[in-house]
Structures are given as C-alpha cells and as structure tokens.
C-alpha cells in the first residue's frame, strides 16, 4: 500500500524548489520578507538563543546550511531544540528568521519520516482541537505532570467545572454547531488526511519516501 | 506602528485562550472584572475556537489549517460586531495577526480557504479580503490595561484597595507578543515595559530591568513535554535571575507562560534543591485585585501550584 503526502499542505509549508533557501522563501510559515540571502552570519542569533545556550544547537550554522543547500540538515537532531521563542527572529539586523527556518526544516524532516517519535507524542492534541474545538494538554504527557505538579494541580483539574462556574464562566467546549463547522473545515483543508497519514507513517515507521513523497515500503 | 493612543476601548472581541480556560480561567474573570470597572465595550463568544497555536508550534499544524481557522474565527467576530480581536494569550495574538496578514494579502490562501468554506456550505464564513486590519484590528489585552494606565490608578486610589508599596514587582513581557511582529509592539521590544507601567500605576515598586529579564519562559510548546530537561533549564535560569533581583511577585500576559513558571517553579525546586520565595500573577488578576476583586471569586488564585495565601495576608487582601 503506498500513502501519498497530502499535496494541498506539503506544498504551501513545504514547496518543492531547487534549493532549501527557495523553499524557505516560499514557505507559507516564513515571512515573504525574510532575509535568509541577506544573512551575514553574524551570529546574534546564536548568542541570542536560549536553546544555543543549553545545548550545541546554533542557529547561525543551521543557517549556513540552508544558504548552502546541505539537505542534510534536516536530519539535525538539534534543530528540535529551537523554543520557536522568536528572539533570533528579533536580534537579526538583516531581517533574517532562524526560528521560522527550522520550522520550516522541521516539516520537511516530518514529511520524511524524521522525528516521528517526537511528534506522535502530540497527536492528541489534534484530535482533542477537531473534537471540542479547544486544544490540551496531550494525554500522554497528563501522567509526567500529575507526578511533576501533584495532588493540587490534579485536584483542581478534577474539579475545573465548578471551579469556572463560581467564576462565573462557561463550558469550555465549543458548541455543538461550531464543532460541526470545524470538523467541515479541516476536512476540506486537507487537516485529517496528513494528520491520518502522519499517524500511520509513525505507526509503520516506515521512514523512507521516495523523490515525489511517497512512502516506499 | 501601534501607537497607545489609538487602542480601541469598543468593539473588543475578547478571545478566549485554550490555556486559561483549563489551567487558570481567573484570568478571564479577571479581564471581564477590569474591562467592566472601565466601561470597556467587549464580546465573548461561545462559537469561538482555538487559535491552534499550540498544535502550530507542536509542528502538527500546517499554516493553511491554522490560517482557516482564523477565517471561522474572524467571521464570528464580525456576525456580532466585535472587529477587534483581542486575545488574553500572546500566541493566539500572533497567531491571529499572522493569518489575518496572509489573508489580506495571499490571494492563493484567499481563495482557497474561501472555496473551502463555499464546498462545505458555510457561505457566511468567507473572508473579504481587508475586511480586518492585522494592525488595527488586533491587540492583546495587556494593550487595553496600558492604554487605561491613569485611569486605573486613579479608581484605586478611589477605591483605597491594596498597598503595594513596597512589593518588588517584575514583569515577564511574552515573546510572542513582542518579538514576532516587533514594529507593531507598543514600546522597544529590546526592553518591553507595558506591564511595569501599569504595575506602577497602581503603585508597585517595580523591578524595571532584571539580568534574563527578555529570555524566554523556557516553555518552548513542545519542549516542556519532550525536551523536558532543556525546558527546565531554561526557567531555573531565569528564577535565578529573579531570585537575584529580590523580586517577590511575577507578572505574566500569556498563559503558557504563567504554567512554565507557576506550575514549574516547584518542580525545579526539588529537582535543582533551591528554594524561591516568588508568586506569580497575570496581569489581569493583579489589576482586577487591585481594584477591589475577590481573590478567590474572581482571581481564581485556588488554581495556582504556587500558593498565593501568604502574599495575600501580608499584603493585607483576607483569603
């Protein structure tokens, strides 16, 4: 069985140019200003950078990469260390983006199967959002913070609803008929054949696509 | 550029924020409290949905779902007349912005967002191009707070509420208010000071620069649960830079934020074996206190990690 990623998406965060710099530019995730050939590799970005500070991740050599078209760096393990805080998108003084970049490297590292482990974590939430129309906390991590906050965080999460009721607030889900709408909506955007296609990539991990994304089994 | 005195005080479309209605929905009340005490003309919708934000920044996200999103939400907004999308959160603000700016201006995301909702039957969801501003129509409650600065400061002094002379207050500026769209911030982004400004004027003592005062909260969206270490690393770097500059209580304008550091701060207590002596407010909460609400009824403080009892009987509010 061959499963082809989602056109419709892949091609605006991810399109398919001859360099890496042309699909940053042309990323709908990246600024259409970004200043990617204006870098000067100064390097504020990396002194900058919280995750630079902790961990050998740098922003200014991922940069580089890019300008040089090493595809390689997609399979960077440290680019998943980027907070995607902006503040590189800030410091730069040529109105360059590292932080939009690696989102954007990211993606097409999904695409290819890279760092499925790290994102399957995460599904939840994209099931919860198309559900009730509001986002949480993914369920798989609920356990790592009930042991990390304890019995007065869970205590109170037990008893959200009548906690907002004494404010004076509502439910918190969506109603009926908005839920409807979104679930119509990220239909027709093509949301549940990637996320679908992104489950099964990651349940399979089956990791190797071939030149047109598609998943050679 | 945003400039303070244009800040709307009518048509608000008061957005709701995924993280504050589960973890501290007293930020809600607290902003409803507040723009009631300053005859704020505001909406709140129960079609609303989600930013997305959190799913964008997990990587699940694409932009053209997250952007369609945004249209549904834009629509619901004008059905009731509320134009000006003003989120609690700092990541549902730029979110917003983002996808109001692509909207106006990609006419392929347009079109194709629009034929969408057209196939689905939900004609009254489409998206004129320029019928909202990504400038003028989209602002984060904090801006409202800061443009209303005197006139909360005098209703205290009216009201003869708290004193907080003497409590050494800080703000936490969140990045994604200031550091993605930075021109439309009102202040230099390279030291935000909106929240100390308004602390002042209800007569704090404000720490205005701490060491790591723009750094971020150390949340990173994915990193709390996944890169979990580096995450903590982060925030013990900034509690200590706090706990250096004596400061007693935090100020915050984004819920995720105000999870990493109040949800947290305990947890990097025992792991790192220090101790801090810092409780952690919204800006809303503090404001509304300020003005005379009910810790508990209106503050929702019962849902902090960090206990704010003690602060509360020193700084004489009854709990």
Same mark, same amino acid.
């Given at each position: 069985?061959?499963?082809?990623?989602?056109?419709?998406?892949?091609?605006?965060?991810?399109?398919?140019?001859?360099?890496?710099?042309?699909?940053?530019?042309?990323?709908?995730?990246?600024?259409?200003?970004?200043?990617?050939?204006?870098?000067?590799?100064?390097?504020? %970005?990396?002194?900058?950078?919280?995750?630079?500070?902790?961990?050998?991740?740098?922003?200014?050599?991922?940069?580089?990469?890019?300008? @040089?078209?090493?595809?390689?760096?997609?399979?960077?393990?440290?680019?998943?260390? %980027?907070?995607?805080?902006?503040?590189?998108?800030?410091?730069?003084?040529?109105?360059?983006?590292?932080?939009?970049?690696?989102?954007?490297?990211?993606?097409?590292?999904?695409?290819?199967?890279?760092?499925?482990? &790290?994102? @399957?974590?995460?599904?939840?939430?994209?099931?919860?959002?198309? @559900?009730?129309?509001?986002? &949480?906390?993914?369920?798989?991590?609920?356990?790592?913070?009930?042991?990390?906050?304890?019995?007065?965080?869970?205590?109170?999460?037990?008893?959200?609803?009548?906690?907002?009721?004494?404010?004076?607030?509502?439910?918190?889900?969506? &109603?009926?008929?908005?839920?409807? @709408?979104?679930?119509?909506?990220?239909?027709?955007?093509?949301?549940?054949?990637?996320?679908?296609?992104?489950?099964?990539?990651?349940?399979?991990?089956?990791?190797?696509?071939?030149?047109?994304?598609?998943?050679?089994? | 550029?945003?400039?303070? +005195?244009?800040?709307?005080?009518?048509?608000?479309?008061?957005?709701?924020?995924?993280?504050?209605?589960?973890?501290?929905?007293?930020? =809600?009340?607290?902003?409803?409290?507040?723009?009631?005490?300053?005859?704020?003309?505001?909406?709140?919708?129960? +079609?609303?949905?989600?930013?997305?934000?959190?799913?964008?920044?997990?990587?699940?996200?694409?932009?053209?779902?997250?952007? #369609?999103? #945004? $249209?549904?939400?834009?629509?619901?907004?004008?059905?009731?007349?509320?134009?000006?999308?003003?989120?609690?959160?700092?990541?549902?603000?730029?979110?917003?912005?983002? $996808?109001?700016?692509?909207?106006?201006?990609?006419? =392929?995301?347009?079109?194709?967002?629009?034929?969408?909702?057209?196939?689905?039957?939900?004609?009254?969801?489409?998206?004129?191009?320029?019928?909202?501003?990504?400038?003028?129509?989209?602002?984060?409650?904090? =801006?409202?707070?800061?443009?209303?600065? /005197?006139?909360?400061?005098?209703?205290?002094?009216?009201?003869?509420?708290?004193?907080?002379?003497?409590?050494?207050?800080?703000?936490?500026? $969140?990045?994604?208010?200031?550091?993605?769209?930075?021109?439309?911030?009102? *202040?230099?982004?390279?030291?935000?000071?909106?929240?100390?400004?308004?602390?002042?004027?209800?007569?704090?003592?404000?720490?205005?620069?701490? =060491?790591?005062?723009?750094?971020?909260?150390?949340?990173?969206?994915?990193?709390?649960?996944?890169?979990?270490?580096?995450?903590?690393?982060?925030?013990?770097?900034?509690?200590?830079?706090?706990?250096?500059?004596?400061?007693?209580?935090?100020?915050?304008?984004?819920?995720?934020?105000?999870?990493?550091?109040?949800?947290?701060?305990?947890?990097?207590? /025992? +792991?790192?074996?220090?101790?801090?002596?810092?409780?952690?407010?919204?800006?809303?909460?503090?404001? #509304?206190? #300020?003005?005379? $609400?009910?810790?508990?009824?209106?503050? *929702?403080?019962?849902?902090?990690?960090?206990?704010?009892? +003690?602060?509360?009987?020193?700084?004489?509010?009854?709990?």
């Amino acid at each position: 069985m061959t499963y082809v990623i989602s056109e419709t998406l892949s091609e605006y965060d991810t399109p398919i140019c001859d360099t890496l710099a042309e699909t940053v530019k042309k990323s709908l995730r990246t600024s259409d200003t970004i200043g990617i050939d204006r870098c000067l590799q100064c390097g504020a %970005c990396t002194s900058s950078c919280p995750a630079a500070r902790f961990t050998d991740y740098n922003p200014r050599t991922i940069v580089k990469r890019v300008m @040089e078209n090493d595809i390689s760096v997609i399979e960077d393990e440290s680019i998943w260390n %980027c907070f995607y805080c902006y503040t590189c998108h800030l410091r730069c003084p040529r109105n360059n983006s590292p932080t939009q970049i690696v989102q954007v490297l990211k993606q097409m590292a999904i695409n290819k199967g890279i760092g499925l482990n &790290k994102l @399957e974590v995460l599904f939840g939430y994209g099931d919860a959002f198309s @559900e009730f129309g509001v986002s &949480k906390i993914p369920d798989l991590y609920v356990g790592q913070m009930e042991d990390d906050l304890g019995i007065r965080w869970r205590e109170f999460k037990n008893n959200l609803d009548s906690v907002r009721s004494e404010l004076g607030l509502g439910a918190v889900a969506v &109603k009926d008929s908005g839920r409807g @709408e979104i679930r119509a909506i990220l239909a027709g955007i093509g949301f549940f054949d990637r996320q679908d296609l992104l489950k099964h990539m990651a349940k399979s991990k089956s990791n190797t696509v071939d030149e047109k994304g598609e998943i050679i089994k | 550029m945003k400039q303070i +005195e244009n800040i709307p005080d009518s048509g608000i479309f008061l957005f709701k924020s995924c993280m504050v209605s589960v973890e501290y929905p007293g930020i =809600e009340s607290s902003t409803t409290y507040v723009f009631d005490k300053l005859g704020i003309d505001y909406f709140v919708s129960d +079609e609303q949905s989600c930013c997305t934000g959190l799913g964008y920044y997990f990587d699940l996200f694409d932009q053209m779902s997250t952007t #369609a999103i #945004a $249209a549904r939400n834009f629509a619901v907004a004008r059905k009731n007349g509320y134009n000006n999308i003003t989120p609690m959160c700092s990541t549902c603000y730029a979110i917003n912005k983002k $996808a109001c700016a692509l909207l106006n201006s990609n006419d =392929e995301v347009r079109s194709n967002i629009n034929s969408v909702f057209k196939q689905a039957g939900l004609d009254d969801l489409i998206y004129e191009q320029n019928s909202l501003d990504e400038v003028d129509n989209f602002y984060h409650v904090v =801006e409202l707070f800061l443009s209303k600065a /005197k006139q909360i400061g005098k209703l205290k002094l009216k009201l003869n509420t708290i004193d907080f002379s003497g409590v050494r207050v800080a703000a936490h500026h $969140a990045c994604h208010y200031y550091k993605i769209q930075s021109d439309d911030m009102i *202040g230099n982004p390279n030291h935000p000071l909106l929240i100390d400004t308004i602390a002042k004027s209800c007569g704090a003592d404000v720490v205005e620069w701490y =060491e790591d005062k723009t750094l971020t909260c150390g949340a990173g969206f994915s990193q709390i649960h996944v890169n979990r270490d580096l995450s903590l690393k982060v925030t013990h770097a900034k509690l200590e830079s706090l706990k250096e500059a004596g400061v007693e209580l935090l100020l915050h304008m984004c819920p995720n934020c105000q999870i990493q550091y109040d949800r947290y701060q305990p947890v990097i207590e /025992k +792991e790192y074996g220090t101790k801090y002596d810092l409780v952690h407010m919204n800006i809303a909460q503090f404001v #509304a206190l #300020a003005l005379g $609400a009910d810790p508990v009824k209106v503050c *929702g403080f019962q849902t902090h990690s960090v206990p704010l009892d +003690e602060f509360l009987v020193r700084i004489g509010v009854s709990v």
